[in-house]
């Protein structure tokens, strides 16, 4: 007797009907059981951007999971649903739910199902700690490694990640927004401007502080080869100190770092605050005065640049008043007119740069873009959620959202070259495109629609997308890297200008600067 197959045993449902009454009159509603549609209509073009550099497949043919059983679902799988999901805006693992019978996605993805999130969560555990990190620096790196071999700036900020409930790591430390509450810390690496992460490092809450920023900026100085090395490493009071500092001169890397303002750092202003002392422009209604200074704990006089601006009246009637407790009688405050000397506000910058104090000045206050980052990836990607009770996880899913963000990014600065796209506006313009899979004559043919006050930007763009990629993957004589570096030259031309970039590896072979 023939076995059955298993579509033989699979139950057969069928299509619900309904007629339903409506203001316009019947309506016939048919409810599509497995319709081939997805609400992610712009796979299409995302998927031919990752193919354009191999970002995907490398991704997961070097990733360390490994399964011995053969009922464990497959690493693309898994990494592909972790996909869908970053770029979902999901915050928790349990939200991937929410993709559960989305074949159509996970074909265009070239995975073969979506996974349960029990399985991405597992998964993640399942990794060896230091053969994950080392996963997931490497391609972090090799997403933006050819736009280092272009001056840019390295920024560095800790950044606090408030935690509820008991996972490990969350400790009681430096907490701006929940004083009191335990929390991890994310210590950040950024290529300033550009709004791409070079790595991210999660440890706990107690470890705020910028020494806990230098195992990782050391080994990324170290592993840069000279000409991808940045042209200075920019960060904060964390990391005005004697240990960053001269780090940074062991390897030959110019800083530019906020002093905080201790006894030996006051006394140096006060010194300052005389009426024969001359101050120059400091930009930005900052003055400045280009000097010298060597704490208790330097081995070394340095270059610091004192800023000052005074502080605005907001208003006249913030003059010193008596108060009308002190009156006989309730009559109008009588304003009290004092020779007071202005007050200022005070910054002071330690650097081996040569730059003109007008220029430093300028370069520290564009740091507040950083900022600006960290906001877009705690609020609007996932590193306000996907925490676990294993640190571990915490840490490689952090990598993941962050190596996300900037395949996103990237994408979506080959729409827009000019500017940078944050995810609540991007998302929501590219996410409400609606697509419907059809196979017919050996073809797949996908269907998309869009409605919203964006559709008309979003059909041009993405068009315009699939043109540009379709001409550099016909490019037969182009490897992945080569495809890669053309991509970045169209996405940051703004930043490089039009001469194109060069791939700076082949494989894992670094390539000498021409």
Known sequence: MPS????????VREAIKQKLQTPSGVIHSIWEQQAPITLHGYLPYFSEYLLSGDLFSTWHIDCPLEYRSNNAPKVPDVLGT????????????????????????????????????????????KMEEDKGREWMQKHL????????????????????????????????????????????????????????????????GNETAGCYSH????????????????????????????????????????FLFKLRQSKKVKELIKSLAIPEQEWEDGGDGWRCVDTT????????????????????????????????????????????????????????LVTSLDQRPVALGQSYRD???????????????GWGGFTSQELKRTQLMASIVALIYNWWNIFCRLAEPDRHMEATTSRPAFQKVIGRLVKTGGQKIIRLSVTGETADWAQRVLTEIGTFLEQVLTAAQLTPTQRWAHVLSRAFSRFIGSEPLHPVTEGDQLLLPI
């Open 4 to 11: 059955r197959s298993k579509s033989d045993d699979a139950p």
């Open 82 to 125: 972790a996909v869908l999901s970053v770029l979902s805006g999901h915050t928790r693992f349990c939200h991937s739910a929410e993709l559960y019978g989305d074949e159509v996605a996970a074909e265009l993805l070239g995975i073969n199902k979506v996974v349960s999130h029990d399985s991405l969560s597992r998964a993640l555990g």
């Open 141 to 204: 790196l090799q997403t933006s490694e050819t736009l280092l071999q272009k001056p840019y700036i390295l920024d560095m900020d800790p950044t606090v990640k408030v935690i509820y409930g008991h996972q490990e790591g969350a400790t009681k430390g430096y907490n701006p927004t929940k004083p009191g509450r335990p929390s991890l810390c994310y210590h950040t690496y950024f290529v300033a401007n550009l709004r791409l992460l070079l790595d991210v490092d999660v440890r706990p």
């Open 215 to 254: 195992t990782r900026l050391w080994s990324l100085l170290d592993q840069l080869p000279d000409h991808l090395r940045p042209s200075f490493v920019r960060g904060d009071i964390a990391f005005g100190n004697e240990a960053t500092i001269r780090g940074c001169e062991e390897r030959g890397v110019n």
């Open 293 to 348: 200074l060597r704490l208790s704990g330097w081995t070394k006089a340095r270059r610091v640049v004192v800023y000052r601006r005074q502080r605005r009246k907001e208003e006249d009637s913030e003059l010193a008043q008596l108060p009308e407790a002190d009156l006989d009688q309730p009559l109008l405050p009588m304003p009290i007119l004092t020779d007071e000397e202005p007050l200022y506000d005070y910054s002071v």
């Open 367 to 381: 740091r507040a873009d950083c900022e600006n980052c960290l906001d877009e990836l705690k609020n609007q990607w």
